[in-house]
T-cell receptor, first 111, second 115 residues
Framework: NAGVTQTPKFQVLKTGQSMTLQCAQDMNHEYMSWYRQDPGMGLRLIHYSVGAGITDQGEVPNGYNVSRSTTEDFPLRLLSAAPSQTSVYFC??????????FGPGTRLTVT | DQQVKQNSPSLSVQEGRISILNCDYTNSMFDYFLWYKKYPAEGPTFLISISSIKDKNEDGRFTVFLNKSAKHLSLHIVPSQPGDSAVYFCAASEMGGGSNYKLTFGKGTLLTVNP
């Protein structure tokens, strides 16, 4: 099992550009989520999904879109990147609340 | 309003001694608590958890204690090893509140174990 994979590992965007951060898991987990980690801020929940076709907002959803068409994939879209979205992004999946498995992260810089 | 607080940004201990990492929470609806460990350039990994019906949970060198009345939990690592050097995040959730897939994280504590 590859677990949770994220691509790309690094990305630099200009303000206003769009991009999609990819996340995939091969553990057949129903629950997937996206977090961002900023210095001194811990991890903050952006969006989550409890199954294919079902998504909901987390703590900091503004500027981000998600969809969940399959159990395996949960992409995060930035429609118009802003410098405030410079962060490290983590995707996670779980079969239950208790043990969320995190991917290695995507480091995004918006200039 | 920060619902999960880790007031010590960093902690340094000697190898072989006990490491105690602390976490406080303000939301009385939280009933499940977890600790995650994170190395640089990696995603967090689950370490240990505790339900509010317990006051202690042990797994090898790691023990988590929960004091519900004080809304406080702590992670004890005994004995500490250099490989334990990492950032430790405390997280909490409301299992019974319909939001039981949402975790609220603290800001983390950087533990350094010196040889």
């Amino acid at each position: 099992n590859a677990g949770v994979t994220q691509t790309p590992k690094f990305q630099v965007l200009k303000t206003g550009q769009s991009m999609t951060l990819q996340c995939a898991q091969d553990m057949n987990h129903e629950y997937m989520s996206w977090y961002r980690q900023d210095p001194g801020m811990g991890l903050r929940l952006i969006h989550y999904s409890v199954g294919a076709g079902i998504t909901d907002q987390g703590e900091v959803p503004n500027g981000y879109n998600v969809s969940r068409s399959t159990t395996e994939d949960f992409p995060l879209r930035l429609l118009s990147a802003a410098p405030s979205q410079t962060s490290v992004y983590f995707c996670a999946s779980s079969a239950s609340l208790h043990e969320q498995y995190f991917g290695p992260g995507t480091r995004l810089t918006v200039t | 309003d920060q619902q999960v607080k880790q007031n010590s940004p960093s902690l340094s201990v000697q190898e072989g001694r006990i490491s105690i990492l602390n976490c406080d929470y303000t939301n009385s609806m939280f009933d499940y608590f977890l600790w995650y460990k994170k190395y640089p350039a990696e995603g967090p990994t689950f370490l240990i958890s505790i339900s509010s019906i317990k006051d202690k949970n042990e797994d090898g060198r790691f023990t988590v204690f929960l004091n519900k009345s004080a809304k406080h939990l702590s992670l004890h690592i005994v004995p500490s090893q250099p490989g334990d050097s990492a950032v430790y995040f405390c997280a909490a959730s409301e299992m019974g509140g319909g939001s039981n897939y949402k975790l609220t994280f603290g800001k983390g504590t950087l533990l350094t174990v010196n040889p």
